[in-house]
């Protein structure tokens, strides 16, 4: 039977409308698979890779803010008894005996990560969680190894471990309404695993129901002894905020540019002996090394008292975690950044982790 031509047009304009409709971020349409959290290679610890499934978030059409903290609340514990974990710090104390149990010196996690629980599965697993990233954001491959410098790690590339997002303009950083749905990749102790994948889908889910809290989690460093980016491609640009003193209240900050000659100098660590780090027990959310900047941030390390108005500057630079990340953390029982100093006053504000004891 023919078909009409305005029958045709019609057909037609229904097949392209389907071809180019895409569910509104923020809709009550669950996102695609990919974005849940998993392990990259689920072999390496199946027990973990079994359990990451059942603790996926709902996206249910319009939970409320207090529905989505319940049912995280609930998952938390319910991982909390998969896992047999009461105090998070008793995970250091496990990952520290299992090192001295295999002779091990000096705590790395290039040594543990290759090492197995007792009750099965490698102790280091690469987690793959939904993040946020501004439009025009793009991905950087990063490297681990077990150097004394990170410009080591840089040059030779020894081992990939995961990869960050870079985005340099501030305008794109805080525009939140065309950020895109992403993921990142990191390395992390097995048995911390699941909680960090709680964590950070929570932090994501916040900002599917309410785009206002879309937080660019660019950098998610988990296990690690040194890591760098590649001190290839030559220099790059960067917009960040520049304040007026370093240990002020003022947020008066002006917008700089920096001039970097490669991208491993923007993404670059190197953790101290004691450090959760190497243990796979710890979370660094947006660490960055932006040079020449008053009180460095969007950089970690910090004494302004400035800093303790997290909402305040996430508002400015949306880099910044605002105070509702920071209470979704302690309800995970991690150690905040306000609860220790890294050396003297300053305060290290993309570190959480399980604490020392």
């Known amino acids: 039977m023919a078909v009409r031509p305005a029958a045709r047009v019609l057909?037609?304009?229904?097949?392209?409308?389907?071809?180019?409709w895409r569910p509104a971020v923020g809709a009550a349409t669950a996102p695609p698979p990919a974005l849940r959290p998993h392990l990259v290679d689920p072999t390496a610890a199946p027990a973990v890779a079994r359990l990451l499934p059942q603790l996926h978030l709902r996206y249910d059409p319009g939970l409320t803010p207090g529905e989505r903290d319940r049912e995280f609340l609930a998952q938390l514990r319910y991982s909390k008894d998969r896992?047999?974990?009461?105090?998070l710090v008793d995970l250091r104390h496990q990952s520290l005996h299992l090192l001295n149990a295999h002779g091990s010196r000096e705590p790395s996690w290039e040594y543990l990560r290759r090492r197995s629980w007792p009750q099965g599965g490698r102790v280091g697993v690469t987690l793959s969680v939904p993040v946020w990233v501004p439009s025009q954001a793009r991905r950087v491959p990063t490297y681990a190894g077990f150097e004394k410098r990170w410009e080591t790690v840089a040059q030779t590339l020894p081992r990939p471990s995961g990869f960050v997002w870079f985005a340099p303009e501030?305008?794109?950083?805080?525009?939140?309404?065309?950020?895109?749905?992403?993921?990142?990749h990191f390395e992390v102790n097995s048995r911390f695993a699941p909680l960090a994948a709680l964590l950070l889908e929570y932090i994501f889910r916040e900002g599917w129901y309410e785009p206002d809290r879309r937080v660019p989690l660019l950098v998610v460093r988990g296990g690690e002894d040194t890591y760098a980016a590649?001190?290839?491609?030559?220099?790059?640009?960067?917009?960040?905020?520049?304040?007026?003193?370093?240990?002020?209240?003022?947020?008066?900050?002006?917008?700089?540019?920096?001039?970097?000659?490669?991208?491993?100098?923007?993404?670059?660590?190197?953790?101290?002996?004691?450090?959760?780090?190497?243990?796979?027990?710890?979370?660094?959310?947006?660490d960055f090394n932006y040079p020449g900047v008053m009180d460095g941030p969007p950089n970690p390390i910090s004494r302004a008292l400035r800093?303790?108005?997290?909402?305040?500057?996430?508002?400015?630079?949306?880099?910044?975690?605002?105070?509702?990340?920071?209470?979704?953390?302690?309800?995970?029982?991690?150690?905040?950044?306000?609860?220790?100093?890294?050396?003297?006053?300053h305060t290290d504000w993309a570190h959480l982790d399980v604490g020392t004891k």
């Open 83 to 87: 896992l047999e974990v009461g105090r």
């Open 11 to 20: 057909l037609w304009g229904v097949l392209l409308g389907m071809a180019f």
């Open 170 to 184: 501030m305008r794109d950083i805080n525009d939140k309404a065309r950020y895109r749905a992403e993921r990142i």
């Open 307 to 345: 800093q303790f108005d997290r909402d305040a500057m996430h508002r400015l630079d949306a880099r910044h975690l605002p105070a509702w990340v920071y209470r979704a953390a302690k309800w995970v029982g991690l150690r905040l950044p306000q609860e220790w100093t890294y050396v003297g006053y």
């Open 230 to 286: 590649p001190a290839y491609g030559g220099p790059v640009t960067a917009q960040v905020l520049s304040f007026p003193d370093e240990e002020g209240t003022s947020l008066a900050a002006r917008v700089v540019t920096v001039s970097l000659p490669h991208l491993a100098a923007l993404y670059h660590g190197r953790h101290a002996q004691a450090s959760n780090h190497r243990l796979g027990l710890a979370l660094d959310l947006n």
